[in-house]
């Protein structure tokens, strides 16, 4: 079993390199040079050796000797590359040829430099390594920045975009997203296959998509726009899309045109609910109207009339507007009852004083206090007395 050791570099950020050959006097020879240079090292005298450190801890890349006894370089190289794709891997050997090197680039050597007398050598192994290890780290931290990238677009809501103003609105970017909201593969909607304007939004709503879109472009703004889509299936939803122009030169690919980035998620649901809700309470008025005892809601917590009808405003003549939003202070004699000791009744039947415009009169008064989720409401129903 080969010998290992290791020289630290004073900076604990410096680029931990794995060196392995076969003799001991050059493992630590280049170990304290390479630890002159900023280099951390440790030193392995055979392959094996050196694969079990890889296995240990991790390094930031691997110089090797190639004439070693029991697995060569070449070997050695092929065994890391299993294991670790793109770690850098210098082939550092006394023994060079136009034959080893070409077989190393086929197993994917980063670099290849012939061992040579002096120490000057091992500045231009460190500045080797330096230049590899800063490759390798901004390619490893752009492909995790890719990866976050595309685990956030995975998970949204939705579909991201970029797409010109053109007729048809053609993309050059979607993502996966896209097969949930519409049925369509990336490829189908970024190539010719699918004319979002003419296959997948519905007819009636592509002139207003393309006015709002083209209005908030022209005043350098971003863009919202709700309207119905034609899935793939022939389900017809509702989507919510939001985005803006960006600098045209930011797309190679385009010429001369108004470059678009945005998301679009489906909206159907929370579309249904609302417009559901706007005739439940469209109906509830419009009952509230008819009824013709007058009715109070008040908002105990924000101490305010929050709905009426047009009885309370006759019976305490008084203009309906006027009393949305009055203070309950205003409307309730102070030495009849309070806000506060009618919320806290379980129920209201009672003689009650109620300010008209006119002053003070008497009236039969009913109601309850009721709660929603975490508002409540005060409801008063009051008539003359008989």
């Known amino acids: 079993m080969g010998t290992t050791g290791t020289a630290r570099a004073d900076d604990e950020d410096a680029p931990l390199v794995l060196h392995v050959d076969d ?26 050796t050196g694969l079990e450190t890889l296995e240990e801890r991790p390094v930031d890349a691997v110089v090797s000797d190639y004439d070693m006894p029991g ?56 500045n080797r390594i330096e230049e590899s290890v ?8 752009l492909a995790e920045a890719r990866r976050r990238y595309e685990t956030l677009l995975a998970n949204l809501p939705g579909m991201a975009y970029r797409c010109t103003t053109d007729e048809g609105w053609p993309m050059s970017f979607v993502s996966e997203g896209c097969r949930t909201l519409t049925g369509y593969d990336p490829a189908e909607l970024m190539g010719e296959a699918v004319d979002w304007e003419e296959d997948v939004i519905v007819a009636p709503d592509r002139s207003p998509v393309r006015r709002a879109v083209e209005e908030a ?39 001369d045109a108004t470059v678009l980035e945005g998301f679009i998620t489906d909206v159907t649901a929370r579309e249904r609910n609302e417009r559901a809700l706007r005739t439940v309470s469209a109906t509830q008025r419009a009952v509230l109207q008819r009824v013709t005892d007058g ?51 379980e129920t209201i039947d009672r003689h009650l004083s109620l300010a008209t415009s006119d ?28």
């Open 217 to 255: 472009i022209d005043h350098g703004d971003p863009f919202e726009v709700t309207y119905r889509i034609d899935r793939r299936d022939g389900e017809r939803r509702t989507v919510w899309e939001q985005g803006r122009a960006i600098e045209a030169d930011t797309d190679p690919d385009v010429d």
């Open 295 to 345: 009715v109070i809601l008040f908002d105990p917590d924000e101490r305010e009339v929050v709905e009426t009808n047009a009885a309370a405003a006759d019976l305490l003549s008084r203009d309906e507007s006027t009393l949305v939003r009055a203070n309950p202070g205003d409307l309730l004699e102070p030495a009849d009852a309070s806000l506060e000791d009618l919320t806290a009744a």
């Open 71 to 126: 697995t060569d370089g070449l070997e050695f190289l092929g065994a890391v590359r299993e294991d670790y794709p793109d770690l850098p891997f210098i082939l550092f050997t006394g023994k060079g040829s136009e034959e080893i090197a070409s077989e190393a680039i086929s197993r994917g050597v980063t670099d290849y430099l012939q061992k040579e007398t002096g120490t000057d050598q091992y500045a231009v192994l460190a």
């Open 23 to 48: 003799e001991e006097g050059i493992v630590d020879l280049a170990a304290t040079f390479l630890e002159r240079e900023g280099l951390s090292v440790v030193s392995a005298t055979d392959a094996e």
């Open 359 to 386: 002053g003070p009169a008497d009236f039969d008064v009913t109601g309850c206090t009721l709660t929603f989720e975490n508002d409540r409401r005060l409801v008063v129903v009051f008539s003359d007395i008989e």
């Open 134 to 141: 800063r490759r390798y780290r901004a390619e490893s931290d």
